[in-house]
């Protein structure tokens, strides 16, 4: 359904740090991913890099402003669970900032990325230098964040037909177009 304003009225929903948050922590990811097999430093600059910008989103999500702030979009179980069902039954509302579904994703991916790095960085040490319990942690953590990743960009995809709007022109320019009824909403 299309709920649109006047067209040129739009709402500035990312924050230019969320937005190059968003492409550096895809851009540091990849690269991580990608070099997991050749270029070992590059492979851990990329990690250590990845797991700075989840710190750096962690204190915005707290400290920050708006649609960036984990208040704005973490919901509970309950709260989470009834959208998902929502999605199944394709009569979910439409959320300026991220919706519950997105929200939930959104920390487990970071969480992901955190842990992955953590024993990324645990393999360097001493203590753990060759535990092959470490390694296969990490390796399937870093499975599973790609499952993550694939499910994060379908729900994009599925919330940018559903809504007709193009989520990731939105995650690059930072405007969306707003909810006619509640231009304040979630
Ligand atoms: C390794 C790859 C990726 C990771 C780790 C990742 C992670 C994230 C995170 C953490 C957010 C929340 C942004 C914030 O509030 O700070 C987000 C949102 C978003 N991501 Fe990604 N992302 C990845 C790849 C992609 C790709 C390839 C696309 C494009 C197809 C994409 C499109 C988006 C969009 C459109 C949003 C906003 C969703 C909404 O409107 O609620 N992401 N992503
Ligand atoms: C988002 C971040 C990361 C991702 C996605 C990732 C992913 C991977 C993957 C898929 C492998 C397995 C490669 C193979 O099959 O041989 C691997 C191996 C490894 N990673 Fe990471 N990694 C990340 C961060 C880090 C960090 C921060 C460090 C350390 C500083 C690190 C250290 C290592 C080491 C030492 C191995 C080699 C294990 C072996 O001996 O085979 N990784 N990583």
Redesign the pocket.
């Known amino acids: 359904m299309r709920t649109a304003g006047p067209p040129n009225h739009l709402v500035y929903v990312w924050s230019l740090r969320?937005r190059l948050?968003?492409w550096a922590?895809?851009t540091s990811?990849?690269g991580a991913w990608l070099l997991s097999e050749d270029v070992r430093w590059l492979h851990e600059y990329s990690g250590y890099a990845a797991v700075a910008l989840v710190v750096v989103?962690i204190l915005f999500g707290f400290f920050g402003t708006g649609y960036?702030r984990f208040a704005n979009f973490v919901r509970g179980p309950s709260a989470t669970l009834a959208y998902l069902g929502d999605i199944a039954r394709r009569r979910e509302r439409r959320h300026l900032?991220?919706?519950p579904a997105?929200g939930i994703m959104?920390v487990g991916?970071?969480c992901t990325?955190a842990l992955i790095a953590l024993t990324g960085w645990m393999m360097t040490t001493d203590t753990f230098w060759g535990d092959e319990r470490v390694e296969a942690i990490h390796k399937l953590l870093a499975n599973g964040l790609v499952v993550l990743?694939i499910l994060?960009?379908t729900g994009?995809?599925v919330?940018s037909l559903s809504h007709r709007e193009n989520?990731?022109r939105?995650?690059i320019t930072g405007w969306k177009r707003p909810n006619p009824d509640d231009e304040r909403s979630h």
């Open positions: 969320v948050f968003h922590l895809a990811v990849a989103r960036e900032g991220h919706n997105g959104i991916l970071l990325i990743v994060h960009v994009v995809l919330a989520l990731v939105a995650m």
